[in-house]
């Protein structure tokens, strides 16, 4: 119980003691910028350099961590703002409406811009037509053909695949001619 | 061009049995071009109503499956199609028993007039 007072004893008095030296340094490192400031030397610069380009490269250690924190900042931004969009909440859209005039006013651009547009391509030629709505059900609801007239046709379909399979080539001369070459 | 289009519009109208308006309005439901029959719902041309599908298709587009392209809706009496074509959006709303796959097949037949037309909208402020 004694030893662990006595640590913690001795461990505020090194607290102390640090931050006295550090202060001291402090001080000290101070003191001396303060009185090389006003005075000409070889160490004195001969152009005026801004602070802040000045101490920029001198810090290597500590460099990782102040000069980030902006980059840092903006980056937790930018995911936070990724990770908003990208979540679903139906709930917090709520209703959209246009007002009425905002309507009517857009309305009226889009009726001038379309009518000074340029004529659209024209749609692609089919080779098959379409037939409107009420001539198709029109013609779909005529009688079919009568019969006498489906029998002509089919024994004509019938007589023409006889014909054009009994087409033969008969050759009467060879087939390989000699040119008259000399 | 408005006119040309709108005849167009109408002979694609006729081409599909069931179907009963095809409409081009902007994200917020508001037409540039639309080819309406007398049998089209007049709750489902308001623009409150087209444009509930901009939103719905940006949190459709989160679910992990890519953009979304087409929200398909049925109802009792009524099927609505609507074709993410942003800042474009093309609503075709038919009978129940429409043929869908021929409304989908009107897409491609729409899409080269439709340059002009989000061109216009992303001109107006």
């Known amino acids: 119980m004694q030893s662990d007072e006595e640590d913690s004893a001795l461990h505020s008095c ?38 802040q380009t000045q101490e920029t490269p001198v810090p290597v250690a500590s460099a990782s ?11 937790l931004n930018r995911i936070l703002h990724e990770t908003a969009t990208n979540v679903i909440d139906v709930g917090a859209l709520g209703p959209y409406a246009l007002e009425p005039g905002a309507y009517s006013e857009r309305v009226r651009a889009y009726t001038a811009r379309v009518a000074l547009a340029p004529q659209p ?18 013609l779909l609801a ?29 050759h009467h001369e060879d087939l390989v001619v000699p040119f008259r070459v000399p | 061009m408005v006119d040309d289009l709108r005849k167009y519009l109408n002979h694609l109208l006729e081409k599909v049995n069931g179907l ?10 508001v037409p540039l071009v639309r080819s309406v029959t007398e049998r089209a719902p007049q709750l489902a041309l308001r623009p ?23 929200i398909i809706s049925m109802y009792s009496s009524y099927q609505v199609i609507q074709m993410n074509k942003l800042p474009l959006v093309i609503t075709f709303i038919g009978s129940d028993n429409c043929n869908t796959g021929h409304i989908l097949s009107l897409e491609s037949q729409i899409e080269p007039f439709l340059k002009d037309l989000a061109a216009i909208v992303a001109e107006t402020p």
């Open chain 1, 121 to 138: 391509p024209p749609p692609a030629p089919r080779l098959l037509a379409d037939v409107p709505h009420a001539e198709r059900t029109g």
């Open chain 2, 48 to 70: 409150n109503f087209i444009s509930t599908f901009g939103m719905a298709t940006d949190q459709a587009s989160k679910l992990g499956l890519g953009r979304n392209k087409t």
């Open chain 1, 14 to 51: 090194f607290d102390s003691l640090k931050s006295a030296v550090m202060g001291c340094c402090y001080s000290i490192c101070h003191k001396e910028n303060d009185t090389q400031e006003n005075i000409v030397n070889e160490r004195t610069h001969l152009l005026e350099v801004p602070e």
């Open chain 1, 65 to 75: 961590t102040p000069p980030r924190k902006p980059d840092e900042q903006s980056a």
């Open chain 1, 142 to 170: 005529r009688p079919g053909l009568p019969n006498g007239d489906r029998d002509l046709i089919t024994n004509a379909v019938k007589k023409a695949a006889a014909a054009i399979s009994e087409l033969r080539v008969e």
């Open chain 2, 20 to 29: 009963h308006c095809i409409l081009i309005t902007d994200r917020d439901g």
